[in-house]
C-alpha cells in the first residue's frame, strides 16, 4: 500500500487555474497533490544575440522555489548571488521540453520565457512546471494570434511530464515527497500527446533496476499523462471560453 493510499497507477488531484497572474500574457497555476507551481508566459520582441537575424524564435524558461515551499526554510538564490546546478538542470529541461513542440521559425523574432515558480513542493515539481508551462506557453501564444501578430498557432501539440518510481509497493505513478525521498529507483519522463518521447530521466537510488521494471514506469507515465494532457486541452477551453 502506497503511504497516500493509492493505487499503484493513481494520479493524485489535478487542476490548472488560468490567468493567475493579472499581467502575463499567459499564466497557469497548476496544482498537482500538495505541489504548487505558478508558471507565467512572458512574450518580448527580441531573441538572444546567437539567433539575431535569422527570422526565428525562442522559447526558454526559469525555475525557482519560494523559501517555504518545502519543510524547512531554503535560502533564496539571489541572496547568494548564484543559482544551484538543480535550479539550472530544472530550467534547462523545461526550455527544452518546451522547444520540442513549437515550431520556432514560425514564431518569428520573439522570445517567451516561462516562469516556473514553486509556491508548494510536495514531489514532481519539474513535472508540474512543464505540465504547467505549456498551458502558460498555449494561451500566450493564442493571444498573439488573437491580436494579429502571428498568422496561426505556432504548435506542434502538447507536451507534459510525470513521475514514477520503485518503492516498497512496487512500481507506482506520480510519486509524492514521501516516496520520493525513499524510493528505490525514481524517474521523470516528459512525453508529447502523440505519443513521443522529448526525456526520459532514470536513476538508480539503491541496486540497478531491470529492463521489465522500467517498462513498467513506462507503462504508468503513458497512463499518466493522458490524464495531464487532458487537464491542460480542458483549462486552455475554459480560459478561451471566458476570454
Excluded at 504548487?36 to 538572444?48: D, I, K, W
Excluded at 548564484?82 to 530550467?91: H, L, V
Excluded at 523574432?109 to 513535472?127: F, H, K, P, W, Y
Excluded at 493571444?143 to 506542434?156: F, S, Y
Amino acid at each position: 500500500m502506497r503511504p497516500s493510499g493509492r493505487q499503484p497507477n493513481q494520479m493524485r488531484p489535478i487542476s490548472i487555474e488560468t490567468g493567475f497572474a493579472h499581467h502575463a500574457e499567459g499564466s497557469a497555476l497548476i496544482r498537482v497533490g500538495g505541489t504548487e507551481v505558478l508558471c507565467t508566459a512572458s512574450v518580448e520582441n527580441r531573441v538572444p544575440p546567437f539567433l539575431r537575424g535569422q527570422g526565428t524564435g525562442w522559447v526558454t524558461a526559469e525555475y525557482g522555489m519560494l523559501p517555504r515551499a518545502t519543510h524547512t526554510r531554503g535560502n533564496r538564490e539571489a541572496a547568494k548571488g548564484k543559482q544551484s546546478g538543480r535550479t539550472q538542470e530544472i530550467q534547462r529541461l523545461i526550455g527544452r521540453s518546451l522547444r520540442s513542440v513549437v515550431d520556432l521559425a514560425a514564431l518569428g523574432e520573439m522570445s517567451i520565457t516561462l516562469d516556473c515558480d514553486v509556491l508548494n513542493a510536495d514531489g514532481g515539481t519539474r513535472c508540474a512546471s512543464i505540465t504547467g508551462a505549456w498551458v502558460a506557453l498555449r494561451l500566450a501564444l493564442g493571444k498573439l494570434v488573437a491580436n494579429n501578430v502571428l498568422r496561426q498557432l505556432p504548435l506542434r501539440g502538447q507536451v507534459a511530464a510525470v513521475s514514477c518510481g520503485l518503492t516498497k509497493a512496487g512500481p507506482v505513478l506520480d510519486l509524492d515527497y514521501q516516496e520520493d525521498s525513499s524510493a528505490a529507483a525514481d524517474t521523470n519522463f516528459v512525453l508529447t500527446a502523440d505519443r513521443r518521447i522529448v526525456e526520459i530521466q532514470g536513476t538508480a537510488e539503491e541496486a540497478p533496476f531491470t529492463e521489465d521494471s522500467f517498462n513498467a514506469l513506462f507503462a504508468l507515465a503513458r497512463h499518466g499523462v493522458d490524464e495531464l494532457f487532458a487537464a491542460q486541452l480542458a483549462a486552455v477551453e475554459r480560459a478561451e471560453h471566458h476570454s
